[in-house]
């Protein structure tokens, strides 16, 4: 004959079991829901300024905590009246910099220096936009070029001009989706 305790034990240990399985799921869903308030975004690309690098429809994780823009960062950022809700470009030029494009030769420099791009762009850059180059970096802004530098409104024009440190929503860390192209920034 069983002993109504064995019972007793073994209801306990299932409940035990589900308390922890339950408060564990809890514990992660808070950590999670708290790192996605104060310290990271998922963002989606909507346009394809920043062809071959990021594709229309990818999600981004994004975070600005601790953040310090330099060059070659991809940045989301939002611009007041701009079409997009938050646009997605790369960073060229940092506060103080002189930046300047030479159309005819495709060639862009900063401080005098030609960049070297060490990340895909689609085709030399060609479309002049609508600013006078050279142009030198406000001290709270960063001058920003999108990778698919023919079809990308960017610095070039005064739809975007140079991006407000305060606008930075937050550096590009990983492509989450879709998956199969996860790639870290």
Do not use: W
């Not at 922890?20 to 963002?43: E, Q, Y």
């Not at 994780?61 to 009246?81: E, R």
């Not at 305060?166 to 920034?185: H, S, T």
């Amino acid at each position: 004959m069983k002993n109504p305790s064995d019972k007793k034990t073994t209801f306990n240990k299932v409940t035990e079991y589900i308390y922890s399985v339950f408060s564990t799921f809890l514990l992660c869903m808070l950590v999670i829901f708290t790192a996605f308030t104060f310290f990271f975004r998922l963002v989606q690309v909507s346009g394809d300024s920043m062809y071959p690098t990021l594709y229309r429809d990818d999600r981004i994780i994004i975070s600005n905590f601790l953040y310090n823009p330099d060059y070659g960062d991809i940045i989301a950022f939002s611009k007041k009246g701009a079409k997009e809700e938050s646009m997605i470009k790369r960073i060229i030029g940092l506060p103080g910099d002189t930046v300047m494009i030479d159309f005819n030769s495709h060639v862009i420099s900063v401080n005098n220096k030609v960049i070297y791009e060490d990340y895909e762009v689609t085709e030399a850059i060609k479309e002049p936009g609508d600013i006078t180059f050279p142009v030198t970096v406000p001290e709270d802004s960063v001058f920003v070029l999108g990778d698919n530098r023919n079809n990308s409104i960017d610095s070039r024009y005064s739809e975007v001009g140079f991006v407000s440190l305060d606008e930075i929503n937050g550096k590009a860390l990983v492509r989450l989706l879709p998956f199969g192209k996860f790639r870290l920034y």
